[in-house]
């Protein structure tokens, strides 16, 4: 049995090894992106975008207002909620994140305070959020959204929108009045990775140690 543990404690190690290199990459390819001069969203969406989340895109259009909903959040300023309003662009609409507003705001207001001209957005490539918040689903039929799926609230709001992505808003120009607060995504991925290694590892080596005690004490 504690053979058999210390094989299974070994390849835990040497999978979480994996994951430590794999989110090392990722780490890096993020802080890359976050830095990196903005592509043209037409040229992300081409493809599949999800290789490109986080990564720094530019877009221009015009907001189309009756497709804008309020998603219940959290920032740095508390809670409150992130403002979705699509963007129809020469090749499509997409939707963008334009940033945080307090609890308390009323989706009339917001739809009232923005822009109706040309806009140019620069944000981060975010992917689709389906399915709803933690313990609570979206409810499309009474406009309460508590993810960011775009998928569903395209559709609730009849909106051609493309479903796999939206943009989470650094700036935008030229800047409304009473913009929501944009450029609060926090990016952050834990990496305990090593100390979980080490754990698996410390615990084969115990288990190997022990085997070897019991098969000595016989003899």
Same mark, same amino acid.
């Given at each position: 049995m504690l053979l058999v543990l210390a094989a299974a404690f070994a390849a835990l190690a040497v999978w979480q090894v994996q994951r430590l290199h794999w989110k090392e990459a990722l780490i890096s390819r =993020? !802080?890359?992106?976050?830095? %990196?001069?903005?592509?043209?969203?037409? #040229?992300v969406a081409a493809s599949d975008p999800a290789p490109f989340e986080y990564r720094r895109v530019i877009v221009s259009g015009?907001? #189309?207002?009756?497709?804008? =909903?309020? =998603?219940?959040?959290?920032? +740095?300023?508390?809670?409150?909620?992130w403002v979705l309003a699509p963007l129809q662009t020469a090749g499509g609409i997409a939707y963008v994140n334009r940033g945080f507003?307090?609890?308390g705001t009323r989706i009339d207001t917001v739809r009232r305070q923005t822009p109706t001209g040309p806009v140019t957005v620069i944000g981060l490539l975010r992917v689709s959020e389906p399915g709803g918040g933690f /313990?609570?689903?979206n409810r499309p039929a009474e406009d309460r959204w508590y993810s960011r799926d775009i $998928? +569903?609230?395209?559709?609730? #709001?009849?909106?051609?929108? !493309?479903? #796999?992505?939206? =943009? !989470? $808003?650094f700036s935008e120009s &030229? %800047?409304?009045?009473? $913009? &929501?607060? %944009?450029? /609060?995504?926090v990016v952050s991925f834990p990496?305990?990775?090593?100390?979980?290694?080490? +754990?698996? $590892?410390? /615990? %084969?080596?115990l288990s190997a140690s022990g085997a070897f005690v019991l098969w000595r004490k016989p003899r």
């Open positions: =993020v !802080d890359a992106g976050m830095r %990196a001069t903005p592509l043209p969203l037409e #040229r015009r907001y #189309r207002l009756s497709g804008t =909903v309020l =998603v219940s959040g959290a920032s +740095t300023r508390g809670s409150g909620y507003m307090p609890l /313990l609570r689903a $998928a +569903t609230i395209a559709a609730a #709001r009849h909106q051609r929108a !493309d479903p #796999r992505l939206f =943009v !989470d $808003a &030229p %800047a409304a009045p009473y $913009a &929501p607060i %944009a450029g /609060l995504t990496n305990n990775h090593l100390s979980y290694a080490l +754990t698996w $590892a410390a /615990l %084969a080596i």
